[in-house]
């Protein structure tokens, strides 16, 4: 089993950035492959950032060049830095973790943290 729970997220202008970190409880962390997904207010929940346990790392277009994910497996924790923020960038950040295949589907990920709040304001 293992536990994620996600904080860093606010509300900030346009522009501005926010680091959103992921705090992983259960063993085995270093062996996973960890992941971010947002879901905004009526819209399907969508990939963001993807990083395996080798740290290789995929990036949805839409955020590529200005956020970016890593990972500390001796404190269990994932990172997500986001810069260059935009209105559209709104939306619940949701950690996830799991042994993906295809890591731009949702389903491939067995973990899923409560979910953080983003909103950026024009």
């Known amino acids: 089993q293992v536990q994620l729970v996600e904080s860093g997220g606010g509300l900030v202008q346009a522009g501005g950035s926010l680091r959103l970190s992921c705090a992983a409880s259960g063993r085995s962390f270093s062996t996973y492959d960890m992941g971010w997904f947002r879901q905004a207010p009526g819209k399907e929940r969508e990939f963001v950032a993807h990083?395996?346990?080798?740290?290789?790392?995929h990036y949805a277009d839409s955020v590529k060049g200005r956020f970016t994910i890593s990972r500390d497996n001796a404190k269990n924790t994932v990172l997500l830095q986001m810069n260059s923020l935009k209105p559209e960038d709104t939306a619940v950040y949701y950690c996830v973790c799991g042994r993906s295949t295809y890591y731009f589907r949702a389903g491939e990920y067995d973990y899923w943290g409560q979910g953080t709040q983003v909103t950026v304001s024009s």
């Open positions: 990083i395996n346990w080798r740290s290789s790392t």
